[in-house]
């Protein structure tokens, strides 16, 4: 059963509406065999989130290697006690490649149409936003806090991993509304 925890005057999650790409040489990732933060490793990241009342629309294009990307998307009511999935909707390239097998974030790896995750979303105020994960085998996987800057034109994701370590702080750019 969906409960809406929020008051219609104090919801307001469309200042994330819009497309957004990660801004590279400010988003960084921990590197557990150094022990210390790295640029990150990824080619890029595209984002698009869209709301329609408390449902929020999310979809990602992330650019592992030039030949490599995959897309991702979700639907997901702020507040709702159910999980829902994270899902692979499109590989262009090798759906075999090794960055697409299980890993140390993604248990299951990456397969198309199968879900990477399953999320929770919640709303704290305009500027910020939690994404809560577990893994398909329903093991904890990553909470990320999504905060918008005052001008709404960049907004910063820093995950969680389940030891508490802040692993990946990743910036974003506004390229439309």
């Given at each position: 059963?969906t409960?809406?925890?929020?008051?219609p005057d104090?919801?307001?999650?469309t200042?994330?509406?819009?497309?957004?790409?990660m801004?590279?040489?400010?988003s960084?990732?921990?590197d557990a065999?150094k022990?210390?933060y790295?640029?990150e490793?990824?080619a890029?990241q595209e984002i698009t989130?869209r709301h329609?009342?408390?449902?929020?629309?999310?979809?990602?294009?992330?650019?592992i290697?030039?030949?490599l990307s995959?897309?991702m998307a979700?639907?997901c009511?702020?507040?709702?006690?159910a999980?829902?999935?994270?899902?692979?909707?499109q590989?262009?390239?090798?759906?075999n490649?090794?960055?697409?097998q299980?890993?140390?974030?993604?248990k299951?790896?990456?397969?198309?149409?199968e879900?990477?995750?399953?999320?929770?979303?919640?709303?704290v105020?305009?500027r910020t936003?939690?994404?809560i994960?577990?893994n398909?085998d329903?093991?904890?996987?990553?909470i990320m806090?999504?905060?918008?800057?005052?001008?709404g034109?960049?907004?910063v994701?820093?995950?969680?991993?389940?030891?508490?370590v802040?692993s990946?702080?990743?910036?974003f750019?506004r390229?439309d509304?």
């Amino acid at each position: 059963m969906t409960q809406n925890v929020y008051e219609p005057d104090d919801f307001d999650p469309t200042g994330f509406d819009g497309t957004w790409v990660m801004v590279n040489d400010e988003s960084t990732i921990w590197d557990a065999e150094k022990q210390e933060y790295v640029p990150e490793i990824l080619a890029g990241q595209e984002i698009t989130i869209r709301h329609e009342g408390d449902l929020q629309i999310y979809r990602i294009r992330v650019d592992i290697e030039p030949d490599l990307s995959i897309h991702m998307a979700y639907e997901c009511r702020f507040g709702d006690s159910a999980w829902v999935p994270y899902r692979v909707v499109q590989i262009d390239g090798d759906p075999n490649h090794p960055r697409l097998q299980p890993n140390a974030v993604l248990k299951q790896g990456t397969r198309l149409n199968e879900p990477i995750a399953w999320i929770k979303q919640v709303y704290v105020d305009r500027r910020t936003q939690y994404r809560i994960t577990k893994n398909p085998d329903g093991t904890a996987q990553y909470i990320m806090m999504r905060r918008l800057n005052e001008d709404g034109t960049r907004n910063v994701g820093t995950v969680l991993n389940p030891a508490g370590v802040a692993s990946i702080d990743k910036a974003f750019m506004r390229i439309d509304a």
